[in-house]
């Protein structure tokens, strides 16, 4: 898969450059979820069918990340890994649009014109609630309106389980309410983490649960407080483990920011500045504050135990 990175307003030598026929998934995608695969699996499937490349045009920053919308709270999928798995959804050419303050004031017309026409695109891909432009004027109407004669629009079905529209908001949602079922059903998909294992207070050793402290190195949806049954990929391995995301309030008063420790079964070695990813397989509980060491220390034995077991049966 070929990564382009586009700027409005596009030249006419970057165009002329890129310019092909070529079906494309329009969408931010955050998350690629099953709604987001339905859209890019048929793009992908009419590519084929037409003979031409498949491409997908995104945008990076999440728009609402430039905006500073309130409600939006990190990526579910950041560039990296969305990179990764759209190149396994067979997707030759990713186009990353840069979003920017003034690509939020572009019109509908002028995006179409712009940056769409110039591609060559001759099929435009969408999910129903798909809308572009200034204030999210465009809609899929308005898009085949722009693109009539020279580019179609194909619009696609919203994702349903169990009756539920498939959403990004949903499964964020999911993630900070301790659902991780669900979350994980909707992204059809375990949600990871991953970052590099830094120095942390080193508390666990001295319990006799030691563990890794990962800093994210994205701004990733953080999830509920609590303990969760992890796979923790890291140098071509997959190991099993248990994740407290939390603020450990047994040793700590008034701390906001999370930490995100991980404690691998059977495993020997030195882990710092070296990276993890993350895999969360299932939620165990939430975190609390437990009134003696040892009451913690059981308590720890207990949720290893209780990952193994569940690790076991979501292999």
């Known amino acids: 898969m070929r990564t382009v990175t586009l700027t409005y307003p596009m030249s006419s030598e ?47 920053p999440h728009p609402k990340d430039v ?30 649009v840069e979003f920017n303050e003034l690509l939020s004031q572009v019109s509908p017309k002028n995006f179409v014109n712009i940056m769409l026409l110039p591609l060559q695109i001759v099929t435009a891909v969408i999910g129903f609630d798909f809308r572009f432009g200034y204030k999210g004027e465009g809609d899929a109407d308005m898009l085949r309106m722009l693109g009539e004669g020279i580019m179609a629009v194909e619009t696609v079905p919203p994702f349903l389980l169990e009756g539920q529209k498939v959403s990004s908001s949903g499964i964020r949602k999911s ?13 059809g998909r375990n949600y990871h983490l991953r970052g590099v294992v830094g120095h942390g207070e080193k508390r666990g050793r001295t319990i006799g649960f030691p563990t ?19 796979r923790v990929f890291h140098d ?45 397989v299932s939620y165990i509980r939430p975190e609390r504050k437990f009134d003696s060491i040892e009451t913690l220390i059981a308590q720890i034995t207990a949720d290893a135990e209780t990952s193994k077991k569940l690790l076991e049966t979501n292999s």
Not at 29 to 49: C, E, N, T, W, Y
Not at 86 to 95: S, T, W
């Open 212 to 230: 890794a402290n990962i800093q994210l190195d994205d701004p990733f949806v953080i999830p509920a407080k609590g303990v969760y049954a992890v």
């Open 236 to 280: 071509g391995k997959i190991l099993p483990g248990v994740m407290n995301v939390g603020v450990k309030p047994t040793f700590h008063d008034g701390v906001i920011a999370p930490t995100f420790e991980v404690h691998l079964f059977d495993f020997a070695g030195d882990l710092y500045y070296q990276e993890l990813k993350v895999e969360l």
């Open 175 to 187: 993630l900070q309410n301790g659902e991780l079922a669900l979350a994980n059903a909707w992204f």
């Open 67 to 96: 905006m500073g919308k309130g409600d939006y709270e990190g990526y579910l999928t950041p560039q990296r890994d969305k990179q990764q798995l759209l190149a396994g959804m067979g997707v030759d050419i990713l186009y990353i």
């Open 14 to 60: 970057t165009a002329a450059h890129w310019a092909q026929p070529q079906v494309a998934a329009l969408g931010q995608f955050d998350g690629l979820h099953r709604g987001h695969a339905s859209v890019i699996s048929s793009a992908v499937a009419m590519a084929r069918k037409e003979g031409v490349p498949a491409a997908v045009i995104t945008f990076h």
